[in-house]
């Protein structure tokens, strides 16, 4: 319903007064609308006269777009490009360093901990084992260095060339099998009544027998070269073609002490052997004869390049 209006807010021409030239038309008060207006009532209540800058699209419709980004964006834009200093970088490749040292220390640690559960025998086996090898290796360089000075003070060095040329013949000749060889060694016997041994675990022997320092085998009637292969036949081994028969004997000429813990080690070869049921004896012996011959073959491609 509307509300009805004092008399004294009317104009004078509502409250029945003349109007004289002087006087000044009163103006409405505030919140109502002069009477007269279209579609207004009397006393109609309007609302605040709008304030500075409407109709401009309020505060802030004049700035430009990339002022008004939102937080995101503008955290966004602080955030990346990335803007290191020296000290970040400093701080970075010394992190980096830290952890590439630690990745290696936890592999050499996962590499160390098979020897974790072995007894403390066997660790001072295997120590033993590794100086022994350090020694051969110290007493290759001293015989070499040794020849090299015997040719370069000898008067006749043609003559002590041709000595030493055939010392070397004699030994490549017991490497390659096509001379006899003789020697303190040890003596592998390995029965195997169950025929679980295969041809993969007499060349597993083979090749620590040589890491322990062996410098000629041979098994049954084959000697053992760099070339020989070995291959499973219908229940039996084969070593080159020619069939071993149980039991298979191996005549091992090198340092006793070094080749028999080199066999006996936590995982060796006698353990691994043993676990298929075979039986396994190591004997030293001061003198084993490796008799058995390789012929010499002629390469078909490969030619010596020295002039």
Same mark, same amino acid.
């Given at each position: ?5 004092l008399? %004294?807010?009317?104009? !004078? ?6 109007v004289?030239?002087?006087d #000044?038309p009163?103006?409405p008060?505030e919140?109502? +609308? ?5 579609? =207004?009532?009397?006393?109609?209540? *309007?609302?605040p006269? !709008?304030? !500075? ?6 505060p802030?419709?004049g ?11 503008? &955290? &966004?834009k602080? $955030? ?10 400093? $701080? ?13 220390? *936890? ?17 001072v086996?295997?120590?033993d ?6 020694q ?5 360089k ?8 015997e &040719?370069?003070?000898s =008067? ?5 060339? +041709? ?5 070397k013949?004699?030994?490549?000749? *017991?490497?390659?099998?096509t ?6 060694g @040890?003596t @592998?016997?390995?029965?195997d009544?169950?025929?679980s ?5 007499l ?5 620590? &027998? ?6 000629a085998?041979q098994?049954?009637?084959v000697r053992?070269?760099?070339? #020989? ?8 081994i ?5 069939? *071993?028969?149980? !039991?298979?004997?191996?005549? $091992? ?9 080199a066999?006996?080690?936590p995982g ?11 039986? $396994? =004896?190591?004997?030293r %012996?001061?003198?084993?004869?490796v008799?058995?011959?390789? =012929?010499?073959k002629?390469?078909?491609?490969? +030619?010596?390049?020295?002039?």
């Amino acid at each position: 319903m509307p509300k009805a209006v004092l008399p %004294e807010a009317l104009p !004078p021409q509502a409250q029945g007064r003349p109007v004289k030239a002087g006087d #000044t038309p009163t103006p409405p008060a505030e919140g109502t +609308r002069p009477p007269g207006g279209p579609g =207004s009532g009397p006393g109609e209540r *309007v609302g605040p006269a !709008p304030g !500075p800058g409407a109709g401009q699209g309020g505060p802030g419709a004049g700035q430009r777009p990339e002022e008004a980004q939102t937080g995101r964006q503008r &955290l &966004l834009k602080g $955030v990346w490009p990335p803007r290191l200093t020296r000290a970040q970088l400093i $701080v970075a490749l010394l992190l980096f360093g830290l952890g590439l040292g630690l990745a290696i220390q *936890v592999r050499s640690t996962n590499e160390n901990s098979v020897l974790r559960g072995a007894r403390q025998e066997d660790l001072v086996r295997i120590l033993d084992e590794l100086d022994s090898r350090t020694q051969r290796l110290q007493d290759e360089k001293r015989r070499l260095e040794n020849q090299r000075t015997e &040719l370069e003070n000898s =008067s006749d060095q043609a003559e002590e060339a +041709r000595k030493q040329t055939l010392q070397k013949e004699q030994q490549l000749g *017991v490497l390659a099998g096509t001379v006899a060889a003789q020697g303190p060694g @040890i003596t @592998i016997t390995i029965d195997d009544s169950r025929g679980s041994v295969e041809s993969d675990m007499l060349l597993d022997t083979v090749q620590e &027998l040589r890491a322990a320092g062996a410098e000629a085998i041979q098994i049954g009637k084959v000697r053992v070269v760099a070339g #020989t292969y070995f291959a499973d036949s219908g229940g039996a081994i084969q070593i080159d073609g020619q069939k *071993v028969t149980q !039991p298979y004997v191996v005549k $091992v000429i090198g340092k006793p002490e070094d080749l028999e813990p080199a066999l006996n080690i936590p995982g060796g070869v006698v353990q691994s052997l043993e676990k298929e049921q075979a039986t $396994v =004896s190591v004997r030293r %012996e001061k003198k084993i004869v490796v008799d058995a011959l390789r =012929s010499a073959k002629r390469p078909d491609y490969a +030619r010596s390049s020295s002039r």
